[in-house]
Nanobody, 121 residues
Framework: QVQLVESGGGLVQAGGSLRLSCAYSGAAFDALPPGWFRQVPGKEREGVACMNNYNDHAYYGASVQGRFTISRNDAEKTVYLHMNNLKPEDTAIYYC??????????????WGQGTQVTVSS
């Protein structure tokens, strides 16, 4: 059974930085590309980052391109999302999961409880 636990969210001022962590367990996840998505209540889920099948390249949503970086540490069984130059519109609940690109869109399987990121102006 795949389990994911996101952490690292909090309140930050615009222009600040945060690092989100996603501790995972379950053999199935080891072989899957990780990714992150976010969601604001009442709005659609938005793909943030998605690694390719070889875990050597990442794709990012247009709104976070150049500001966010996804990484994976297999030894620690942790996926990270480094977020820089945060903007108020980045405010959302952030989830990690297994990611695949389908027709140019991010699709996710598995995810945890999420971690809240709030960016003040």
């Amino acid at each position: 059974q795949v389990q994911l636990v996101e952490s690292g969210g909090g309140l930050v001022q615009a222009g600040g930085s945060l690092r989100l962590s996603c501790a995972y367990s379950g053999a199935a996840f080891d072989a899957l590309p990780p990714g992150w998505f976010r969601q604001v209540p009442g709005k659609e889920r938005e793909g943030v980052a998605c690694m390719n099948n070889y875990n050597d390249h990442a794709y990012y949503g247009a709104s976070v391109q150049g500001r966010f970086t996804i990484s994976r540490n297999d030894a620690e069984k942790t996926v990270y999302l480094h977020m820089n130059n945060l903007k108020p519109e980045d405010t959302a609940i952030y989830y990690c999961g297994a990611c695949a690109r389908v027709d140019g869109q991010f699709e996710f399987d598995y995810w945890g409880q999420g971690t809240q990121v709030t960016v003040s102006s």
